[in-house]
């Protein structure tokens, strides 16, 4: 295992929970033996909360050169554009999940069959995934967390008004990938905004 620190100036301290999900006793916050790292521990019943990174899981749905884009109709960055993306569920694969997202926000079936892009934002304590796949039927329904969606043409691209980095980065690999020929797999890891 990598003894190194994340790739920007982010120190790792986890957001502070007060009660074990196990017994319900108040948590200390200590770093436990054989470990290196400060954690919420339940003296109770010796439970440790760890914390990790989550999976934001979505797709670049593409038909007839269009990229599929969804307003947003939820908070954070609530009217501005996304690719459909969502928190990973537990019991799925991170393809399913992409897949679900994309029928949930746009209500568009897709096969997510092809990894697009890794991004890691660690600030964030997220790790956004990104497929392409193929779509049989452009028809969209858009569902409750989607004040719109719609096929976009790269020269209407509204960069100015994408909601996440990760979003805006995988939009550029796609079309950087798209004129270049050749698809690849990306990766990044993005530094804190200023
Ligand atoms: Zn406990």
Same mark, same amino acid.
């Given at each position: 295992? &990598?003894?190194?620190?994340?790739?920007? !100036?982010?120190?790792?301290?986890?957001?502070?929970?007060?009660?074990?999900?196990?017994?319900?006793? *108040?948590?200390?916050?200590?770093?436990?033996?054989?470990?290196? @790292?400060?954690?919420?521990?339940?003296?109770?019943?010796?439970? $440790?909360?760890?914390?990790?990174?989550?999976?934001?899981?979505?797709?670049?749905?593409?038909? #007839?050169?269009?990229?599929? +884009?969804?307003? @947003?109709?939820?908070e *954070?960055?609530?009217?501005?554009?996304? +690719?459909?993306?969502?928190?990973? #569920?537990?019991? #799925?694969s991170?393809?399913?999940?992409? #897949? @679900?997202?994309? +029928?949930?926000?746009?209500g568009? !079936?897709?096969?997510?069959?092809?990894?697009?892009?890794? $991004?890691?934002?660690?600030q964030?304590?997220?790790?956004?995934?990104?497929?392409?796949g193929?779509v049989?039927?452009?028809?969209? &329904?858009?569902?409750?967390?989607? =004040?719109?969606?719609?096929?976009?043409?790269?020269?209407? $691209?509204?960069?100015?008004?994408?909601?996440?980095?990760?979003?805006? =980065?995988? =939009?550029?690999?796609?079309? !950087?990938?798209?004129?270049?020929? &050749?698809?690849?797999?990306?990766?990044?890891?993005? *530094?804190?905004?200023?």
């Amino acid at each position: 295992m &990598s003894q190194t620190a994340p790739p920007n !100036s982010y120190f790792p301290v986890p957001r502070e929970l007060r009660y074990c999900t196990q017994c319900a006793s *108040p948590l200390t916050r200590r770093i436990p033996p054989d470990d290196t @790292r400060v954690r919420d521990l339940c003296e109770q019943c010796g439970a $440790i909360h760890y914390q990790n990174p989550r999976m934001v899981v979505g797709t670049i749905p593409v038909w #007839e050169g269009r990229v599929l +884009l969804c307003k @947003r109709a939820i908070e *954070p960055r609530y009217g501005y554009w996304t +690719l459909p993306a969502g928190f990973m #569920e537990l019991g #799925e694969s991170s393809a399913q999940g992409a #897949e @679900r997202e994309t +029928l949930e926000e746009a209500g568009l !079936s897709m096969e997510a069959t092809r990894l697009f892009s890794v $991004i890691d934002i660690p600030q964030a304590d997220q790790v956004h995934v990104f497929f392409l796949g193929q779509v049989a039927d452009p028809t969209l &329904s858009p569902g409750l967390e989607t =004040l719109e969606a719609g096929w976009v043409a790269e020269a209407d $691209i509204p960069w100015s008004e994408i909601a996440f980095r990760t979003v805006s =980065l995988t =939009l550029e690999y796609y079309f !950087s990938d798209r004129r270049r020929g &050749s698809f690849d797999v990306h990766y990044a890891a993005l *530094p804190p905004r200023r």
